[in-house]
């Protein structure tokens, strides 16, 4: 064993690396180093799943408080598309330089760049559109309808791919968060009653942050060329549409360029840290999407919801009473089964198929998994299109 070459480490089992490690020539840290157990990728795996997490968590919360605190009077002294324009260029000027950092020189497809095109759009129109309902509705009945997105993400995902899996936890995960969010932001606070265009408005949003979410995140974990140069593809076409919206005046704020210059109203203090947590946003959404789904997005988003119900009631007057704070306790205690249990769950499932696949068996879906996800789908584009239709019925 004395002589036993260092290259011969990686394959020796625990008896034989502690008896190695009482000879001196040999480093204790080689063998620290060399001698890991099997589940330290997938552990590994996993903690980038949480780092991914916490740092949305994190600057998402932060986004939100300035976003909030950027407003007078309930309304913006800025343009918002100009601002999203300006974020934009910035996470474009980001992810360039990570490009450029790395080795990668994949050009990408003609069809990534076109699906980017449609998901920039979206992602633009729909960020005007939650702007536009937060000055007309209250921020608990706003958030009581986002409560619903992890929920109809999880159906999207589940009825467009075949190869996505979920297990029962999860599902039962995605109920109580759903609840608990409802518990959590229960218009019990005179938020006033909601316009039924701005309810329309709002469940549209829902949807179209579901769906977006979803393709994102499936066309990031393909990898067709580097993360950067997708970050690049959407955040340069996202800049050419939020201009566009400027300048057409189809934004929140409700002005055009001939109105109000682009940078007007800059001047706040917290329009800069706005733009500054927007722009570090996109970039730790981008990476939830490679190293999680758009479920853990969802997850973030709801945890972040409990955090500030503190920051509201210690900022802007909010009041707690026992719902809220039982709604906060089950969305923390539901996120945390997420992660601990559910997440290594679907792990050991998907882990269990690709070993057979491997082994040359079929994995087919039965008739009646095949029927369900066929209905989801229908169901949620009718749905789509039923909500679509109702808001169009205000403008014609």
């Not at 157990?37 to 997490?53: N, V």
């Not at 706005?274 to 946003?281: G, R």
């Not at 490679?290 to 409990?306: F, P, T």
């Not at 559910?342 to 998907?350: I, N, R, T």
Request: aromatic fraction near 12%; include cysteine; charge should be positive.
């Amino acid at each position: 064993l004395i002589f036993m070459p260092t290259r011969n480490i990686d394959h020796m089992d625990e008896e034989s690396a502690t008896l190695l490690s009482r000879n001196k020539k040999v480093s204790t840290e080689i063998i620290d180093a060399k001698v890991m157990p099997a589940e330290t990728k997938k552990e590994k795996k996993l903690s980038h799943k949480f780092i991914a997490f916490f740092g949305l968590v994190l600057v998402q919360g932060a986004h939100v408080l300035f976003f909030r605190l950027s407003q007078s009077g309930g309304k913006y002294e800025y343009n918002t598309a100009s601002a999203i324009a300006v974020t934009e260029a910035i996470k474009l000027g980001m992810s360039g330089g990570l490009w450029w950092r790395d080795s990668e020189r994949i050009a990408p497809p003609t069809t990534l760049f076109f699906t980017y095109t449609i998901l920039a759009f979206a992602y633009a129109v729909n960020n005007q559109l939650a702007m536009y309902l937060l000055t007309n509705m209250g921020t608990g009945m706003l958030s009581l309808g986002k409560s619903m997105a992890p929920m109809l993400t999880a159906l999207v995902m589940w009825s467009l791919f075949e190869d996505e899996r979920f297990v029962q936890l999860q599902g039962i995960c995605f109920i109580l968060l759903t609840m608990g969010l409802i518990c959590l932001f229960a218009p019990d606070q005179k938020t006033g009653v909601v316009a039924p265009l701005a309810m329309g408005w709002l469940i549209l949003s829902v949807f179209v942050s579901a769906i977006t979410s979803v393709i994102n995140c499936r066309v990031l974990q393909r990898g067709a060329c580097s993360l950067h140069m997708q970050n690049m593809l959407l955040y340069s076409q996202g800049f050419i549409f939020n201009l566009a919206l400027y300048m057409s005046g189809l934004n929140a704020t409700g002005m055009s360029m001939e109105h109000q210059g682009f940078f007007d109203g800059y001047d706040n203090f917290f329009v800069v840290w706005v733009l500054i947590s927007q722009s570090f946003m996109g970039l730790v959404i981008s990476a939830v999407y490679k190293y999680g789904d758009a479920i853990v997005k969802c997850l973030a988003a709801a945890v972040q919801s409990a955090i500030l119900l503190v920051f509201d009631a210690m900022l802007f007057g909010y009041s707690f009473n026992i719902q809220s704070i039982m709604g906060a306790g089950i969305v923390i205690a539901t996120t945390y089964t997420y992660f601990a249990e559910a997440l290594p769950q679907l792990q050991k499932v998907k882990a269990a198929e690709k070993a057979q696949v491997e082994k040359g068996a079929v994995m087919k879906q039965s008739a009646a998994t095949r029927i369900l996800r066929a209905g989801t789908a229908v169901s949620v584009g009718t749905a789509l299109f039923g909500i679509s239709v109702y808001v169009l019925t205000f403008y014609v």
